[in-house]
């Protein structure tokens, strides 16, 4: 079995920052793509931005400029740096990890509880 656990959220003020981390955990053969999603109040959920195994990175235009995504392949863990905080950021953030269980099998998506991140203006 595969978990994911995001911390880092919390209340910040507008044009602050905030560094999520999410840690992988379990059985697993590797880690594929693994991405940053977000979900604010009556909204559906978006991805924020995705790195892949490789290191490539890309973000939704929102968050362009403002918020960094690094992954540690070592450790399991991505990582999402955010800047420049706006209100329009409140949301719950939610860790995504595309996961192969086995060698020969397809990558899977794996999610983490969410962790919350409330910008007041």
């Known amino acids: 079995q595969v978990q994911l656990v995001e911390s880092g959220g919390g209340l910040v003020q507008a044009g602050g920052s905030l560094s999520l981390s999410c840690v992988t955990s379990?059985?697993?053969?590797?880690?594929?793509?693994m991405g940053w999603y977000r979900q604010a109040p009556g909204k559906q959920r978006e991805l924020v931005a995705v790195?892949?195994?490789?290191?490539?990175?890309n973000y939704v235009d929102s968050v362009k400029g403002r918020c960094t995504i690094s992954r540690d392949n070592a450790k399991g863990i991505v990582y999402l740096q955010m800047n420049s905080l706006k209100p329009e950021d409140t949301a719950v953030y939610y860790c995504?990890?595309?996961?192969?269980?086995?060698?020969?099998?397809?990558?899977?998506?794996?999610w983490g509880q969410g962790t919350q991140v409330t910008v007041s203006s």
């Open positions: 379990g059985r697993f053969f590797s880690i594929n793509d």
């Open positions: 790195i892949t195994s490789g290191g490539n990175t």
């Open positions: 995504n990890a595309r996961v192969k269980i086995r060698s020969f099998s397809v990558p899977q998506n794996y």
